[in-house]
């Protein structure tokens, strides 16, 4: 894993849930995020990590910025 990780967890009218944006910039500063459910424990750990590792295929694949899918 390359980038720095970002994370801003807010309530999300759209899940009707808490939520997280998690985001990764590529060397050009250009920003790639997905929005996931925020939920507790070990499902959390593995929903976060599944984000993470999309969003650096992403960025590896130097697909256009902006939101990924999951």
Excluded: T
């Excluded at 899940?15 to 990764?24: F, H, N, T, V, Y």
């Excluded at 499902?43 to 295929?57: F, G, M, S, T, Y």
């Amino acid at each position: 894993m390359d980038g720095v990780i970002s994370e801003f967890f807010y309530w999300s009218p759209v899940l009707g849930a808490d939520a997280a944006r998690i985001s990764m910039a590529n060397e050009d500063g250009a920003e790639y995020f997905v929005i996931i459910e925020k939920v507790d424990g070990v499902q959390w750990r593995n929903d976060k990590q599944e984000a993470i590792e999309a969003l650096q295929r992403a960025i590896d694949e130097e697909r256009e910025p902006g939101e990924v899918s999951v």
